[in-house]
């Protein structure tokens, strides 16, 4: 440094380029603080790693490494190429972070430990998705101690049960230990490596856990909110929400190693895959959700085939992620998870700027989602460093998102109620220029008015007179009076109905007049006519109001009988109803007329559950009841 300070010096008085003293004085001072600064930054790094009694130590910038995209390694391999190793990189935004690659990488780190510290240590690599680790650790001058992890190992083979890898180590006072890890996997390749004391450790899962839990139940509220909001409103657009969300959460759930640890601990391979499988299967849903959620401005800006395309992209990576390679399914579904939130982003910063109505909240929550997946690929392809945020950029963005989610349901509830309060303000002054309008017009205008209002009185009873005209005659038989087909289906609805509720029975009779036609064609139609009324008016008599007698055809006619509670009872009103009918009908002042009845009979629930297979019942036996007609009637 002395000697930087001194070339300056001869710089700054040199005879082509000579400063003033004072110009001189302040560009030696900088200078000296630069070098001063790199001098203590390199130094304090290159300070030899010490293990003393802290209750962790983060090491992943104190590793040096070495890929290598050949065959796969030994460790006496690697020891004989030790001066291969790229030296630490203290200042790098991601260390031990190499992205996508299917390189085998090795991490080389010496330590030396304090004379006062526990015996007892954990060292976690904090990536659960990591498909192979191999840890070599020795004391100086003595044999190297192997162990292995990692997630195509099954959790319950796990020496230490946790969802990231754990390895425990019995470190001595006062020695030098060297450690290898050597690495592969065919997701992202980062390798956050921390040593802690046991009960630190145990400390910080609680604080993970805990925010896990929050995280999930947020998801599984989120995911069953807008359940509800599809079986309340019938709305497709929150159905598809629902697997976006519950797969995304199960994709984080991978990659934090919750899915090893309670969902298929003796699965490896499940786990292997459940990471990439479920962010392809979200992000299925989250282009179809996307697609319909902004249906006018993918139209508007032609771009109508974009989320359909990245939909099918996603389904394919997929498929690549079961059936062929994984790798190669990683390195898709972060490259179109990139193109996903980019292409969103601007399809939803447009529909902010157009303002569509009670989108605002809901554009930014789902923004915030898209920007979380946007840091987590960058994390993925190796862009971004490995740390608390970028790790677990998901939880953060679909945490945000949910609750963002919350305020847009206010806020399109508020948007609706403003619109009503603004039509009614407008219905309130239109209202009142009308009441002004009346005031200056009152005196001429008030004998047309009454006039006015007189007309519009008769109008009223006469239109109220052709309501109850239009409705007897949609809903009765013209002739008598009677319920008509329509009318009939409303109280067989309405009966069945309160027969499943107060769990009783109801009867439905079939009734064809027998030598109807014979009265016809002997005494005319209009004969026929009074036959069919009086038939009516007797069958109405012999029953009650709560019953329904309803004429379907020329001759025939229906009866509804509520609460009968059995045969007996119902063969009291056919006798009671045989007697009514049978009874000679007075047409003329010399002639009287007989008719012969024949009844159908099905009872609910005995002889059918529903209606149609009910009036087949009673049809049918109403036709086994027709007597062989007479060869003449009177």
């Not at 930087?4 to 700054?12: E, F, P, R």
């Not at 050597?182 to 145990?202: E, I, K, N, Y």
């Not at 052709?466 to 013209?478: F, G, I, P, R, V």
């Amino acid at each position: 440094m002395l000697n930087s300070v001194t070339v300056l010096n001869s710089v700054t008085t040199s005879g082509g380029f000579r400063l003033t003293n004072k110009a001189a004085a302040r560009v030696r001072w900088w200078l000296f603080c630069l070098l001063a600064s790199f001098f203590l930054s390199t130094t304090a790094f290159s300070a030899e790693l010490r293990i003393g009694d802290e209750s962790s130590y983060a090491l992943s910038r104190h590793f040096a490494s070495l890929q290598n995209a050949g065959p796969g390694l030994t460790l006496t391999q690697v020891l004989m190429q030790s001066d291969q190793f790229n030296a630490p990189e203290p200042h790098s935004v991601s260390a031990t972070n190499f992205g996508l690659t299917r390189d085998e990488v090795w991490l080389r780190l010496s330590f030396k430990t304090a004379r006062m510290l526990p015996e007892r240590w954990l060292l976690e690599v904090g990536h659960a998705s990591l498909d192979n680790i191999d840890l070599y650790i020795a004391e100086q001058n003595a044999e190297y101690r192997h162990e292995h992890a990692g997630d195509l190992l099954p959790f319950s083979a796990k020496a230490l049960k946790h969802r990231h890898h754990l390895f425990e180590l019995s470190l001595k006072p006062d020695t030098e230990h060297s450690l290898y890890l050597r690495v592969t996997s065919q997701g992202t390749l980062s390798v956050p490596v921390t040593l802690w004391q046991p009960d630190a450790l145990w400390a910080s899962d609680q604080l993970s856990y805990s925010f896990l839990s929050l995280y999930y139940g947020l998801a599984l509220g989120l995911l069953i909110y807008n359940l509800f909001l599809y079986f309340s409103l019938r709305e497709k657009l929150y159905l598809i929400y629902v697997p976006f969300v519950a797969f995304l959460a199960f994709g984080q759930a991978g990659l934090a190693g919750l899915v090893g640890q309670f969902i298929w601990p003796d699965n490896a391979l499940l786990t292997h895959l459940s990471p990439t499988a479920s962010v392809s299967l979200a992000g299925l849903f989250g282009a179809i959700f996307v697609q319909r959620f902004l249906a006018g401005t993918p139209r508007s800006m032609k771009m109508q085939w974009v989320m359909p395309l990245i939909g099918v992209i996603y389904a394919l990576t997929f498929l690549c992620t079961v059936f062929v390679s994984y790798f190669i399914a990683a390195v898709v579904v972060n490259l179109t998870s990139l193109v996903f939130a980019f292409t969103a982003l601007i399809m939803g910063g447009v529909s902010l700027y157009r303002r569509h109505p009670g989108a605002r909240f809901f554009v930014l929550a789902w923004i915030s989602l898209l920007l979380s997946i946007l840091v987590m690929a960058l994390h993925n392809l190796g862009t971004l460093p490995s740390n608390a945020f970028t790790a677990n950029a998901l939880l953060f963005g679909s945490a945000a998102e949910m609750l963002l989610l919350s305020l847009a349901l206010a806020d399109r509830i508020n948007s609706i109620q403003h619109a009503q309060d603004q039509a009614q303000q407008d219905a309130l002054a239109v209202n009142r220029e009308m009441l002004a309008a009346l005031r200056d017009n009152e005196r001429l205008l008030e004998s047309r008015v009454a006039e006015r209002t007189l007309a519009l009185e008769a109008a009223n009873v006469q239109l109220q007179l052709s309501k109850q005209l239009l409705e007897q005659q949609a809903n009765h038989d013209a002739l008598t009076g009677l319920a008509n087909r329509k009318l009939l289906n409303d109280r067989l609805e309405g009966a069945l109905l309160r027969a499943k509720r107060n769990d009783s029975s109801f009867a439905l009779m079939m009734i064809d007049l027998d030598w109807f036609k014979a009265i016809n064609d002997q005494h005319g139609h209009q004969a026929g006519d009074r036959v069919l009324i009086e038939v009516a008016d007797r069958l109405k008599a012999s029953l009650r109001e709560v019953d329904t007698v309803a004429r379907v055809g020329g001759d025939e006619f229906v009866l509804v009988i509520e609460s009968v509670s059995n045969r007996a009872a119902l063969s009291v009103i056919r006798h009671k109803l045989s007697h009514a009918v049978l009874q000679p009908i007075h047409l003329t002042d010399d002639i009287w007329v007989s008719i012969g009845m024949s009844i159908g009979v099905a009872m609910y629930p005995e002889d059918a559950q529903d209606i149609e297979l009910l009036v087949s019942v009673a049809d049918r036996a109403m036709y086994s009841a027709k007597p062989v007609p007479p060869m003449s009637a009177r």
